[in-house]
């Protein structure tokens, strides 16, 4: 696993996720291409936002919040900052006030840059949606070119495969 400086890159991406942190997200495991994290669905307490919606169950945006922050933790793990490229999820049954939601992330496949990952939402033993994440490593910005004659000859505008 890459670290940065002595933290884990995971970590200390997720310690500065404040959305998850605020609403209640654990990281309960972490390791390379996975990660395990827990959620309360919470019912609507003076003023804090309801994670349930008109029907009376979890809202599928709370859900998909939690299995994107699995991948998240799952995917940056190896170190260089990478983002989710596209995601979808497929729920299979309904989660209510006070289930203890867990989101289980596990890497699939990792090319270049890119990589898949799938993330299994379970109440108990019970699983209640799939998700699958694409993501893409972030380049570090290049430095600003100061060369006047390489920027006069530069192709602004052009997108390349290796610039993408």
Same mark, same amino acid.
């Given at each position: 696993?890459?670290?940065?400086?002595?933290? !884990?890159?995971?970590?200390?991406? /997720?310690? %500065?996720?404040?959305?998850?942190?605020?609403?209640?997200? +654990? $990281?309960? +495991?972490?390791? +390379?291409?996975?990660?395990? $994290? #827990?959620?309360?669905?919470?019912?609507?307490?003076?003023?804090?936002?309801?994670? !349930?919606?008109?029907?009376?169950?979890?809202?599928?945006?709370?859900?998909?919040?939690?299995?994107?922050?699995?991948?998240?933790?799952?995917?940056? &793990?190896?170190?260089?900052?990478? %983002?989710?490229?596209?995601?979808?999820?497929? /729920?299979?049954?309904?989660?209510?006030?006070?289930?203890?939601?867990?989101?289980?992330?596990? *890497? #699939?496949?990792? /090319?270049?840059? &890119?990589?898949?990952?799938?993330?299994?939402? #379970?109440?108990?033993?019970?699983?209640?949606?799939? /998700? #699958?994440?694409?993501?893409? @490593?972030?380049?570090?910005?290049?430095?600003?070119?100061?060369?006047?004659? *390489?920027?006069?000859? @530069?192709?602004?505008? @052009?997108?390349?495969? +290796?610039?993408?």
């Amino acid at each position: 696993m890459t670290r940065v400086g002595n933290a !884990v890159p995971a970590v200390t991406m /997720f310690a %500065a996720d404040e959305a998850s942190r605020n609403l209640g997200i +654990e $990281l309960l +495991e972490h390791g +390379e291409g996975t990660a395990v $994290l #827990r959620m309360t669905v919470t019912p609507r307490y003076d003023g804090d936002s309801s994670m !349930v919606n008109g029907h009376g169950i979890a809202h599928g945006g709370y859900l998909f919040l939690l299995a994107d922050t699995a991948f998240a933790c799952a995917c940056n &793990s190896h170190g260089p900052v990478t %983002a989710a490229a596209g995601a979808d999820i497929a /729920f299979v049954a309904p989660a209510h006030v006070g289930d203890v939601l867990v989101a289980s992330a596990e *890497e #699939r496949t990792r /090319f270049g840059r &890119s990589g898949i990952y799938d993330v299994t939402l #379970r109440r108990g033993g019970a699983v209640i949606a799939e /998700f #699958r994440g694409r993501s893409r @490593s972030i380049r570090a910005a290049a430095p600003e070119n100061t060369d006047k004659c *390489e920027t006069a000859h @530069s192709t602004t505008g @052009s997108t390349t495969k +290796e610039s993408r």
